[in-house]
């Protein structure tokens, strides 16, 4: 299980990978953005994240005490597309 993020302007270089590992450290912000939002980052499929949903996202992430170099990655694109008002692409396997 891993999942590809993607800006939605190029579908076709990553910006970042996530893997297992990674998807089961932020597993409580995935689901806790599922609660408040409805919005699923599904490990098998394709998921649209928008600028609002990005912010619930990284604010949860952000009280994560266990951040890979990965995660870190992460939450700076994140912030970047939330910055930039821009979707992102999470694309799962």
Not at 56 to 67: H, M, T
Not at 73 to 78: C, G, N, P, S, W
């Amino acid at each position: 299980m891993s999942m590809d993020i993607y800006s939605s302007s190029d579908k076709k270089n990553p910006l970042v990978s996530l893997s297992g590992s990674d998807i089961r450290s932020i597993e409580k912000a995935i689901s806790m953005l599922k609660e408040k939002t409805g919005v699923y980052l599904d490990p098998y499929g394709t998921t649209k994240i928008y600028p609002d949903h990005g912010k619930i996202l990284l604010s949860i992430i952000v009280n994560n005490k266990e951040k890979t170099k990965t995660i870190m990655r992460f939450m700076d694109i994140i912030n970047e597309y939330i910055t930039k008002n821009d979707i992102l692409i999470f694309e799962g396997d």
